[in-house]
Each structure stands twice: as C-alpha cells, then as structure tokens.
C-alpha cells in the first residue's frame, strides 16, 4: 500500500476457518492484494464443550474433559489458519457461566497445540479485557512469521478447487456432486469461467456438510448440490448440503419479538 491511515488495519473475515477465513483467504485477499500478517481465531469454552459432545442444554454444567475432547475442533481451526502460511492466536472469549478448571483445560490444549491463546473478558471488562490478546498479536506480528498464500491456483478447474477445498480445510476424503451440479460446473467451465475463485455454502455448525458432526470429523465426504455463478462479483458458488445463502437470519429473527408500545416504550431488545 502506498498510503496507510494506521499502522495497523484489523478486519473480521467471518465465522469460522472452513468459512468466512477461507474465503477471506482465497477470494477477498487475491482480489485486493491483501497478505495478512496473524489471524485471531475466536473460541468459546461452551462452544468446546458442544464439539466435545456436550448437549446444548447442558454447557451451563461444568465439564472440562469435555472441553479437552472438543478443543480438537479447535486445532483444525488453527491448522486451517496455518495452512495458508499465517500465524495464529487464539482468543477465549470469556462466559461468565465458565469455570477456572474448563478455562485451564482450554489454554492447555491451546499450549499443546503451539497456539499462543489469551483469555478475552471484553464483555465484563471492556476493553481492558483484551489487553493480553492485543499483546499476543503484537507479539505474532513482532515475529513475522507470515507466509501467506492462498490455498489454490486460480489454474485448477474449478472442480479441482473445490475438492482442494474440501479436503484441505473440511477434512474430508472428497466431493460428490449431484447431476445437476456436474452439468453447471462442465458449463461453467465452457464459458470460460473456470478461472474464477470458488465460494463454498456449508452449515456453520461442522467442518462436514452435515450440521450434526460436530468435533473433527473424519471419513466423510462433502455434496455439492447445486453451482451458480457470481459473475460480476468474481466467484463460483457452491452450495453443499442444505443451506440457504441469503439472509443470514436464524429461523426466528429477534426482529419478530420487537415492538412499540404506544406509549413510546421499545419491547424485545434486551
């Protein structure tokens, strides 16, 4: 860059490694020249325990074994980030409902996966709670270890992209796709569209295409269902298992519980 406004500039790339880093990766950094230099990757001691096979209706329970047999989830996570030639610190946003024994068991297994890891306690203390974790991305950038690549070459098929993608960063032992999938992507690539990124759709909840594996999955495939275009915004979407793209609401947006009174008063935003 030729012109900075700070020393340094901090994005959110999106939820999670196999998602929203992935793509912030292999499609925004090629498109604007961008070579970051540490990536944050958020966890949850709930969210560990969930991987860990916890029931969601239960992590208010303690159980930091749980969180040892989820923090497996997490390592992909940093493997991903690792995988495109940058380093990573891990940020344990910090519940209130967490336990000194379920913290501890998280920052080992982030100390045994190499992984500098600081608790973040921004809810409760703002942002004195996130000094330790500003300090250990100093410390990562200080180091300067970054290496950055994108996962793929823009060269391959677009078929070949996806299988890179999906085994590189989900895991998975390969891709299946549909008939009609197989026809639009042989299109795609006749109207010389081949050359573009790929924008994969999956479930949120699993590094699979089926949102009840949770942990690290293993001896699984991944189907492609259906393939668009994103002419005008660069890329080839893929969409595997069930997802729907747009809008990223839940089932029950909280805008369906909010109102106002007449007299004024505002209900449902708490």
């Known amino acids: 860059m030729t012109e900075q406004l700070g020393e340094l500039a901090v994005t959110e790339a999106g939820f999670g ?32 325990k969930l991987h860990g096979g916890v029931p969601l209706a239960a992590l208010g329970a303690e159980d930091p074994e749980a969180v040892r047999r989820g923090a497996e989830n997490l390592a992909k996570h940093v493997e991903n980030v690792r995988r495109f030639g940058v380093p990573a ?6 519940f209130a409902s967490d336990t000194a024994a379920e913290l501890d068991a998280a920052l080992a297994a982030c100390r045994a996966m190499d992984a500098p890891c600081a608790i973040a306690d921004v ?3 703002g942002g004195a709670g996130a000094l330790e974790l500003a300090d250990l991305v100093l410390d990562a950038l200080a180091r300067g270890g970054a290496r950055f690549a994108p996962l793929y070459g ?11 993608i999906a085994r ?14 197989a026809r639009e992507l042989a299109r795609l690539e006749s109207l010389g569209l081949g050359n573009l990124p790929v924008c994969m759709a999956k479930t949120q909840y699993s590094l699979s295409d089926d949102p009840k594996r949770l942990g690290r999955p293993r001896g699984f495939r991944i189907t492609v269902r259906e393939v668009a275009p ?13 997802i729907m793209t747009m809008p990223g609401l839940p089932r029950h947006p909280a805008a369906a519980g909010m109102r106002l009174e007449p007299d004024g008063s505002i209900v449902g935003l708490s």
Do not use: M, Q, W
Not at 230 to 242: E, I, K, P
């Open 17 to 48: 490694t196999d998602l929203g880093a992935e793509k912030f990766f292999d499609i925004k950094c090629r498109a604007g020249g961008l070579e970051p230099a540490a990536a944050v990757v958020v966890a949850t001691v709930r969210a560990l």
């Open 89 to 94: 610190v891990v940020a344990l946003n910090r």
């Open 123 to 125: 809810h409760a203390r």
């Open 154 to 164: 823009l060269e391959l098929s677009l078929a070949e992209k996806i299988e890179t």
């Open 168 to 181: 590189e960063i989900y895991g998975a032992d390969g891709v299946d796709y549909t008939p009609a999938a």
């Open 230 to 242: 994103s002419a005008g915004a660069g890329f080839v979407v893929a969409r595997a298992g069930d």
